[in-house]
Structure formats: C-alpha cells, structure tokens
C-alpha cells in the first residue's frame, strides 16, 4: 500500500470519527431544545390561565404533553375533567390524559384513571390530594 492510500484512508477515518461526534452533539443539542420547549410550553400556559385565558393555557399544556409532559397531560386531565369558565367538561379527553400521565406514573394519575375507568366520581380535595369515591 502506498502512502498516498494509506494517508487518504487515515484521512477518511478521521472525517467519519468527526462527523460522527458532531452528529452526536447536534442530537444532544436537540434534545436540550425539546426540554427547553417543554419548559417554555408550561410556562406560557401557566401565564395564559393566570390572565383567566384557558384557551390559549390549554392549547401550551397540549403542546407540552404532546412532548410526554406528564404534569401537563394531567393538567389537561383535571381541566376536561372539570371543565373552567369558556371551556367545557370532556370525560373521554380527560380520561386519555390522565391515561397518558398514568402510564408516565405521575403521582395520583393512576388511581384517578382507576376511578374513571369505573366511573366513580373524582375529586380534587386540594391542590395536590384527590379523592375517588
């Protein structure tokens, strides 16, 4: 093997070794913009029902448990399950929801999806505690 081939082969190697770490970073940086994403969809939910405008809360906590957000998939539980002033109560979207938050294992989700599934009624006791009777 002649040098010429020998230098174009290391050559060759080392462009996919480089190639192959920026691939790696730039995956490593997207993920840190679907987290950020995720963050910034809750955020500006949070922002949108504290001015009482659950519409547009409800459409950012959507896009976040889309992403598998599982605080936002059981916000958008409880909201459908609910319901809040221009938004109505809906059992099938709040069953999926909570289903979803279940499967994720976010605190009380799988005991409210139990209750849905028997339909027993389910309330919040407090901003944390539900009761399924």
Not at 41 to 58: L, P, R, T, V
Not at 59 to 71: L, N, P, T, V
């Amino acid at each position: 093997m002649s040098k010429k081939h020998l230098l174009f082969i290391l050559s060759l190697l080392y462009s996919v070794a480089t190639f192959s770490a920026t691939v790696n970073n730039e995956q490593e940086i997207n993920a840190d913009i679907v987290i950020n994403d995720v963050k910034e969809q809750k955020h500006q939910a949070e922002k949108y029902f504290n001015k009482k405008d659950f519409k547009n809360g409800i459409i950012s906590f959507e896009k976040a448990a889309e992403q598998g957000d599982a605080e936002s998939q059981m916000m958008l539980g409880y909201i459908y399950y609910t319901g809040l002033p221009g938004v109505e109560s809906h059992f099938v979207k709040a069953k999926l929801w909570i289903e979803k938050a279940c499967k994720q294992e976010y605190k009380d989700s799988c005991s409210i999806y139990q209750g849905m599934k028997l339909e027993k009624p389910c309330r919040l006791v407090d901003t944390q505690v539900w009761i399924c009777n």
